[in-house]
């Protein structure tokens, strides 16, 4: 599909979406929705809450179906992927009034626009390619700003045969440097995930030792390495004074990661960041899965509040 066309499709679909934002929401599911919003992710005393990033569940999900269905699960906060060509259309060609439509549609349904999930990275030997993931972030960084999220997720990513890791470290943290200066100027976070093989939670530390931006933080990826060498405790110690305000997890069903364990580490530390599913298992019906999956992350809650 041509720019033009995509384009096109874009203009039409946010022009119809708040329309069927307003009819979905209008009736019952929104009562509802509204109620549970009323009480949970706009209550102060709440520490944590959850929310749902698009990839893949939500990857043919437009705007306002992703909306509706994040209200039938309680699903309060959303992160868009990018880079994707996703339902929802937001990637970084879409133009000013574009981002106008999709900001309004969020900020009219209960649901909170949280983030922008791009794919950028800054491990590559490569100085153009290097250059190019951090004007590419630049712009998302505008993006995000621009429809009225709050941060961007980026990737480190991996060690390269030949390159000393120490050097691919210090590139990293200089990458970060300048993007949160960035990122700064537009009341941004820049959200650094623990992804890749340079993505454990001790180098991770490593890396951000050496950034002094605020608006850099550390976004945690609920993988079972992060019990490594001693501990998922003790790994969590060691960055948890460097979380954003978002993190992912992945299928709550999984015994192999210590959610229960990282919920009571959050509550203790009175982490109010989004908690964000982000599930790729093939399953029937992902709306039924996604409401099981916020059933599940409740009780781990209510535990942890009540331990």
């Not at 549609?105 to 791009?118: H, K, N, W």
């Amino acid at each position: 599909m041509s720019f033009e066309r995509e384009a096109l499709s874009r203009r039409s679909f946010l022009a119809h979406g708040v329309g069927v934002v307003a009819g979905v929401c209008a009736g019952a599911s929104l009562t509802s929705c509204s109620r549970t919003l009323n009480t949970s992710a706009s209550n102060p005393n709440v520490r944590t809450r959850f929310g749902f990033t698009t990839y893949q569940w939500g990857q043919d999900w437009d705007i306002p179906t992703l909306i509706a269905n994040c209200c039938k699960a309680r699903a309060f906060g959303v992160e868009l992927r990018t880079s994707q060509s996703y339902a929802h259309c937001v990637e970084l060609e879409i133009d000013a009034q574009q981002r106008r439509e999709v900001r309004k549609q969020f900020e009219d349904s209960p649901v909170t626009l949280v983030g922008i999930a791009s794919g950028e990275r800054y491990d590559s030997p490569d100085a153009a390619e290097l250059e190019t993931a951090i004007e590419n972030t630049k712009g998302y960084i505008k993006l995000s700003r621009d429809v009225g999220s709050s941060g961007v997720r980026v990737f480190p990513n991996s060690f390269h045969d030949g390159v000393p890791k120490e050097k691919t470290i210090e590139q990293i943290s200089n990458s970060m440097n300048i993007l949160g200066a960035f990122a700064g100027d537009y009341g941004q976070q820049v959200r650094l995930e623990a992804h890749g093989n340079v993505g454990e939670l001790p180098t991770l530390r490593a890396i951000m030792d050496r950034v002094d931006q605020p608006s850099v933080r550390i976004k945690l990826n609920s993988s079972t390495r992060d019990s490594a060498g001693n501990g998922f405790e003790h790994n969590f110690n060691l960055v948890k004074d460097l979380l954003g305000d978002t993190l992912h997890l992945h299928n709550l069903k999984d015994a192999e990661f210590p959610y229960q364990l990282q919920m009571d580490l959050l509550v203790k530390m009175n982490w109010k960041g989004w908690q964000l599913l982000e599930v790729s298992d093939k399953v029937p019906d992902r709306v039924q899965a996604l409401i099981e999956q916020r059933r599940i992350w409740d009780g781990f809650l209510d535990k942890s509040l009540n331990a």
